[in-house]
Structures are given as C-alpha cells and as structure tokens.
C-alpha cells in the first residue's frame, strides 16, 4: 500500500446524488475526453447512417436526411468506465427505434462501428424502446469532433465506451461479437449498475 | 486528440517486460514497417492505452488494466530486436 | 555500486521534497532528496503516483530537469488549470513531503557526452525541462560538442529557467529564444512562432549531422520534426518526446 500524499484528494467531488451514481464512479463536472485514436474528419457530404447485417430491410441516410428525421432531446446521465459519472447532459439525435422501424429484424445483437475502425457491441433490447440515439448535438451545439461528432452512439444505460463516437452504422448479427475494448478485456455488456467492467465481471 | 509517444508508456514497458523498451525496434502488422517503440503513437486517455503504428495508424499494441493485472496485446506488432 | 549492466525492475521510491522554487507563475521545479537513487541519464523522466486517503491513485511521468551529477532529483512541473497532479505538485506540496516514484525511465530520449555534436535543442514551452538535464550533464561533463538551445514560450514570464539561461550559465552553448505572444520592445530574439526559416537558421545544415532532440507538445514537436526532415536531416538522428499540453 503507498503511503498517503497529503492533501492529495484529485478531482473528484463529493457524491451528491448517491442514487444517480452507480458504485464506483465519482461525479465530475468536466466532460473527459478519452480516444483509442485520431479524431476522423469525414466531411458531411461523405457521411452517411447504415443499418445493415441480418436486416430485412437495410437503410442508409445522407446527412441531410438524417437531420430530417424525426429527433429526441434526451437529458441523461453518462458512466465512463474509468469511473467517472457525468449528470443531466442534453442530447439532441435519432432514437435507434427511429432507425430500426423499418429494419424488419429479429437479430438479437449488433455492432456499432465507427469511421476509424472502432467498433463496441451490444444487444438489440439494449438499445430499443428509447434507450439508444444516434446524437448529433450535446448542450445544444453542434457535437464537436473531439466528443464523437458529427454524430456518435449515445446508450446511457451502459458505460459509455459502449456510446460509440464517430459512428457510421449498426449491423445486426446472430451473435454477440465482442468489439473494440470488448476484445481487450472488457466486458461484453457493459451495465454500470452492476458494475460490469470487464469479461467475467 | 493529440497523440504522444512511446515516451509516455515507457514505464508500464519496463514493468511488463523487466527491462527499457523504448529503443527497441518493432515490425507493425498492418503495414510491415519498423519503427522504435518510442516513436509509436500512444494514446493515453482511454480506457486502456492504445500505441498505434506510426507508419499507417494502425493498432499494434493495447494495455488494459483488467482488475489490478496489467494485460499488455501486441498482437499486430512482432518485435525486431529480442524483447 | 555504479555501472552496473543488469537491467533491474523499477519499483516505487520515495523522495522527500527539498525545496520548491518558483520558475515562473505557471511552473515550479520540484527538488527532491531520494535516499538510494541509483542515477539517471540526462534526458530521463520519473513517473509519479499520488495517492488519496480513500486509495485512489493518479500517476503522471516528469522529465528529471537535473543533471546526473546534480545532488538532488529535480522534477519541474507546469501547472495544468484542469489537472488532476499538477496542481497538487505546484499548489500542495511542501518541503518536507514525501513524494511516491520510480524511475529512471527512459533510453530513448537520452543524450550523454560520449554521443557527441553538434547538439540541438528544441523546445516548446516545458518541453524545456529534459533539456536542462542534458545542458548541466554537458557542462558538468565539459563536454566540447557544440550545442544550441532553441526554445519556444509564450512570453519573458512564461520563461522556464529564464535566469539561467539569459544569463549564459551554460558557457558555450548557443540559446536562442522564440516568443510566441508577447516579447519586450526591445526584444533581440525571435518573435512569433519557430518556424521553417528560423529553424534553418539555427540547425546545423544535414551534412553536419547534428543529434537533434525537441520536446514540447505534439504539434509542436511534429512540425519541427517535419520541417528538419524535409531539410535532409536524417531521421534517425531526430528525437522527439511528445509532453501533453503545454503553454508554447
């Protein structure tokens, strides 16, 4: 065990709203940036949104039409595995609902994946029924580049390395197939509240 | 994000494989190019670190804490000289 | 015991702070007594890890900005507004404290009297710390390798190791100094930012091929190892350590 620093504290505040914050998590007020990689640059007139994989019906959206769906302004709290907890952030985007009414699928699990190469895993029930967006404003700007823009995964209810920045499309699959951090170690779900971290948590 | 390099990681090396690191010589995977770990581009601020090819950005190598136990992958990644 | 090969595993040392001094209102150096220190190589940094009551640890590395034959360990530690160990090392820490680290660590970014000249330095902002390691080594070594410092920071105050270095401490060694945001009226060196021409001026030219090291912040530190490349310097001879944000 190391000996104390004095006075070291760090910057974490104290827990006002134990309720909110699952074990292990600190809250703070900053809003980290974390990256496996370089912030991609894909010009607007290049993006596009792909549902595809075990689909009946695979779409795709340019950016304009994108912003033409019909959009949420979600308020949620987020959980970054490296335990730090961010209260009431403000989201605009697409509910995943939106995007899959037309998918026609009963594939029980997806992958999200993102320009970059990055990709995260996730059951399907974890992002129906207005639990998941594909946001595209945070505060009411625009989504910087650097917190996943122009439009990144949101999924509050998991750790947020599961809200995929950057991303490009979801493809449905028969199995569950560990992504990115999933591969290295963490845990294929990813639930804060029971503290799934890594595999076998 | 700015990336820094193997520098920045150089300790967790030294703890994983008992000795410096950062002069020894790797080949990348994806591209086959050799480059010295400390020229890798490391990104420290994830939840793991992640040290891509410098040649093609690629992932060579990923350290991830899992529960106390430092796991380090090199699987994209031979090393040239004997680590 | 010294000058030993075996390659040895680095464990957690403590150091007790000596003194703190004030290098300019951002940036303190930090010297450290730390009983059986084995040595370092000028250009090597140190990690350090804090620890709160409640167990929670935050690890940060720092260049040793003192030379091998200096008395005490000195770290020199620039204040990050929204850091989570900066502010603690500059605001908290006292002499008589014990500070958690280990180290040497390093062989890379390392410059030592038998390697020779021509040396350049260039650094931005505290990039400049592993410099005054290898400038003291290469006093204390009296060494003969002609050496420049090229060293970019915003303004006079902004200036690590101001003195030492406006004064000539380092006999023999060619300072040159660039000011980014603001400079004195009469300001003899470098105004705005190092870039391709002010570089060419201060390098050597390849066929001399100069040992080059820059330090300071990635984008910083990547144009000036661009711009030297495209020049002809040889690649293999550029040695860059890329520092998180700094004030350049």
């Known amino acids: ?201 | 994000m700015d990336a820094l390099d193997g520098n920045a990681i150089a300790g967790a090396l030294v703890d994983h494989f008992g000795h410096e690191m950062t002069m020894a010589e790797m080949r990348c995977s994806h591209c086959e190019s050799t480059s010295l770990m400390a020229e890798l581009r490391v990104y420290t601020k994830a939840p793991g670190v992640v040290a891509r090819c410098p040649a093609c950005d690629e992932v060579v190598m990923v350290i991830v804490d899992v529960r106390g136990v430092e796991r380090v992958d090199m699987s994209h990644m031979e090393m040239v000289t004997p680590a | 015991m010294a000058g030993t090969a075996l390659p040895r595993r680095l464990s957690w040392q403590l150091g007790r702070v000596v003194e703190v001094v004030d290098e300019t209102p951002q940036t303190k150096s930090i010297v450290l007594d730390v009983p059986g220190w084995q040595g370092h190589r000028a250009g090597q940094h140190v990690d350090v890890r804090l620890t709160a009551e409640d167990g929670y640890q935050a690890e940060r590395s720092y260049s040793i900005s003192s030379a091998p034959e200096d008395p005490h360990v000195v770290l020199t530690v620039e204040r990050l507004d929204d850091g989570e160990v900066s502010p603690y090392l500059t605001d908290v820490l006292m002499p008589g404290d014990e500070l958690e680290l280990r180290g040497p660590i390093g062989g890379y970014f390392v410059w030592e009297e038998p390697l020779g000249g021509p040396l350049l330095l260039i650094a931005g902002g505290s990039g400049v710390a592993p410099f005054r390691a290898i400038l003291r080594h290469w006093s204390a070594a009296h060494s003969s390798a002609p050496t420049r410092l090229l060293y970019s920071s915003r303004s006079l105050a902004d200036l690590i190791y101001r003195r030492e270095l406006l004064d000539g401490v380092y006999h023999g060694v060619e300072v040159r100094i660039a000011l980014t945001r603001e400079w004195p009226d009469d300001w003899q060196g470098h105004r705005g930012r190092i870039g391709d021409e002010l570089l060419q001026q201060v390098a050597w030219v390849p066929s001399e091929h100069p040992l080059v090291y820059i330090c300071g912040p990635t984008g910083f530190v990547e144009a000036a190892a661009q711009s030297l490349v495209a020049e002809g310097h040889d690649p293999r001879r550029v040695r860059t350590e890329r520092f998180g944000p700094t004030g350049t």
């Open chain 1, 1 to 201: 065990m190391s000996p104390i620093s004095r006075g070291f504290v760090g910057r974490r505040q104290p827990v006002e709203a134990s309720s909110r914050v699952p074990s292990g998590q600190y809250v703070t007020r900053d809003f980290p940036v974390l990256s496996a990689g370089p912030t991609p640059h894909t010009p607007l007139d290049e993006w596009s949104f792909t549902i595809s994989g075990q689909v009946g019906e695979p779409a795709s959206w340019t950016w304009e039409e994108f912003l033409a769906l019909p959009s949420e302004t979600p308020t949620v709290d987020i959980h970054c595995v490296t335990k730090w907890t961010k209260l009431d952030t403000t989201w605009k985007g697409v509910s995943v609902d939106t995007l899959l009414e037309a998918a026609n699928t009963e594939a029980p699990y997806l992958t999200a994946w993102s320009d970059g190469g990055y990709t995260t895993n996730l059951a399907l029930e974890d992002v129906t029924d207005g639990k998941a967006w594909v946001a595209y404003e945070f505060g009411g700007e625009p989504l910087d580049s650097e917190h996943g823009g122009p439009a990144r995964l949101l999924v509050p209810r998991l750790y947020f390395w599961k809200s995929a920045k950057w991303v490009r499309g979801l493809t449905l699959t028969p199995d569950d197939e560990p992504g990115f951090w999933e591969t290295y170690g963490y845990h294929n779900h990813g639930d804060p509240w029971l503290e799934q971290r890594y595999q076998g948590d």
